[in-house]
């Protein structure tokens, strides 16, 4: 159903249109929070490092820019935020598994490859890995890889 009535007088706004300017109206000031974060995730600042907080904040930026999108029936012709794929991600992190977290985060963020080192490393740590490492244990190799890819990005 569409917001805009052409058969109403000129000036008015049906229902459904009140409504989404009323939640959106609610919306706002988090929006406003939400959208300079993620344009700062996105370049506009340097983080040296984004840990955890940081992760779950973007995730929900997303996801509550996303829902101004719909409020207002933004054409969905680009997927812009992918809030709900945010939420789903932290539902399946909230089990253990982060890879997909860290894979999605690559993908917005462009950065180095680190899903995979943290798959391999998550199912090392719980003993599922399928693949026989040629010397030391996996994990232990896991985490030096990704050390040598934060050095090589100039963090900590």
Same mark, same amino acid.
């Given at each position: 159903?569409?917001? $805009? ?11 459904? +249109?009140?409504?989404? !300017? ?20 996105? =370049?506009?600042?340097?983080?040296? +490092? ?7 904040? &973007?995730?929900? +930026?997303? *996801? $509550?820019?996303? !829902? ?12 812009? &935020?992918? =809030?709900?794929?945010?939420?789903? !991600?932290?539902?399946? *992190?909230?089990?253990?598994? %982060? ?22 490393? *998550?199912?090392? %740590? ?6 026989? *490492?040629?010397? =030391?244990?996996?994990? %232990?190799? !896991?985490? %030096? ?12």
């Amino acid at each position: 159903m569409s917001a $805009v009535n052409f058969e109403m007088p000129t000036g008015e706004i049906n229902e459904l +249109a009140r409504q989404k !300017l009323a939640a959106f109206e609610g919306l706002t000031h988090e929006f406003g929070r939400c959208f300079l974060f993620v344009q700062d995730m996105h =370049g506009q600042h340097r983080f040296p +490092a984004i840990p955890i907080d940081l992760t779950v904040r &973007y995730l929900h +930026a997303l *996801w $509550v820019c996303e !829902l101004k999108d719909r409020l207002l029936c933004v054409p969905k012709t680009i997927q812009r &935020y992918e =809030g709900a794929k945010a939420l789903a !991600l932290m539902r399946q *992190w909230q089990t253990g598994e %982060s890879a997909g977290v860290v894979r999605f985060l690559q993908v917005k963020l462009d950065s180095l490859p680190f899903a995979d080192l943290t798959q391999r490393r *998550w199912q090392a %740590s719980a003993g599922r890995t399928a693949r026989a *490492w040629p010397r =030391g244990d996996a994990e %232990s190799q !896991l985490q %030096s890889q990704r050390r040598i890819g934060r050095c090589l990005r100039g963090g900590p």
